[in-house]
């Protein structure tokens, strides 16, 4: 079974800081990795989908990477705002089955 | 454009109660559903899966059931619920191998 790990749990950053998220996976058989962002109370909202072919997905300012083979996959923010404080989610697909780790809780400082 | 909906948005029921939640989505065919559960603290547990109507997998042995009755409708169902059962239940769906996409939520509380 997929186990995903996120790294740190927990993050606190000053406003305009560039920051990385790390998310580790066991099992590299996959399909494609989505990372989302959930708010307090709410459902989940996709950011970015990479393909098991990609290495890279970018939008806006947000860039995820992807190294397959290491089971390892990262989301780069830059230029946090405030408005970027959430848990951050990465699931990879093995087919049909998405496996989610518990998060990042990033908090943005103004 | 598709859309996922989910209600009730919150619920609150006693201990050994009937349950069901529901799912559905518009803008698509042939979606492939899941069902996850979001306990306090921890990450998202997937319940089940669909790729089809009549088709359910189920990931952990519990006293939830899920049923697809319609292409775009799903279903969560428990006979009696358990006070471990409260958390949030969200509904998510997909096509084929791309992105999946997440509804509301429902936040379940068992007293």
């Known amino acids: 079974k997929q186990e995903v790990t996120q790294i740190p749990a927990a993050l606190s950053v000053p406003e305009g800081e560039n920051l990385v998220l790390n998310c580790s996976f066991t099992d590299s058989a996959i399909y494609n990795l989505q990372w989302f962002r959930q708010d307090p109370g709410k459902g989940l909202t996709s950011l970015l989908l990479?393909?098991?072919?990609?290495r890279e997905q970018t939008s806006g300012r947000l860039n995820a990477s992807l190294d397959k083979s290491s089971g390892r996959s990262t989301l780069y923010i830059a230029a946090s705002q405030p408005g970027d404080s959430a848990t951050y989610l990465c699931?990879?697909?093995?087919?049909?089955?998405?496996?989610f780790g518990t998060g990042t809780s990033l908090t943005v400082i103004p | 454009s598709q859309t996922i909906h989910q209600w009730p948005a919150t619920l609150v029921q006693p201990v050994g109660s009937p349950l069901s939640l529901e799912c559905t989505v518009e803008g698509t065919s042939n979606p492939n559903l899941y069902w996850y559960r979001q306990a306090a603290g921890r990450g998202l547990q997937l319940l089940f899966y669909?790729?089809?109507?009549?088709?359910i997998s189920s990931e952990v042995p519990q006293n939830l059931s899920a049923s697809r009755p319609q292409d775009r409708q799903f279903i969560l169902s428990s006979k009696k619920l358990l006070l471990s059962d409260s958390g949030f239940y969200l509904c998510?769906?997909?096509?084929?191998?791309?992105?999946?996409?997440f509804g509301p939520g429902t936040r379940l509380t068992v007293t």
């Open positions: 990479i393909q098991s072919s990609q």
């Open positions: 998510a769906w997909s096509w084929g191998n791309y992105e999946q996409y």
């Open positions: 699931a990879p697909d093995t087919g049909n089955q998405f496996y």
């Open positions: 669909s790729v089809g109507i009549g088709q």
